[in-house]
Nanobody, 120 residues
């Protein structure tokens, strides 16, 4: 079975940093396209950043310049380095995986359980 397990969330003051991780198993990690999404209370889930199998990244306007998505295929791990965090970055962050290059579309086949990020 495909599993995605996020970690690294927490509470941080505005201007601080966090690094999220997502470990994948049950699929050929290096062949899958990966992404980070987030969902704030009362809002729809939205894309944050995506990375293709070659390591090329796509960011939303809100994430550009502050967040960095990366992947370590040897460790089956996806990362999201978040700097200069803002209150509006608060939400549950999910990693997602798919065999198709969906970039920031929401139709990923596989999702993690999410990790809470709270910025105050």
């Amino acid at each position: 079975d495909v599993q995605l397990v996020e970690s690294g969330g927490g509470s941080v003051q505005a201007g601080g940093s966090l690094r999220l991780s997502c470990v994948g198993s049950g699929f050929t990690y290096s062949s899958f396209y990966m992404a980070w999404f987030r969902q704030a209370p009362g809002k729809e889930r939205e894309g944050v950043a995506a990375i293709d199998t070659a390591g090329s990244a796509t960011y939303t306007y809100a994430a550009q310049g502050r967040f960095t998505i990366s992947r370590d295929n040897a460790k089956n791990t996806l990362y999201l380095q978040m700097n200069d965090l803002r209150v509006e970055d608060t939400g549950v962050y999910y990693c997602a995986a798919d065999a198709v290059n969906l970039q920031l579309a929401r139709w990923y086949s596989y999702w993690g359980q999410g990790t809470q990020v709270t910025v105050s």
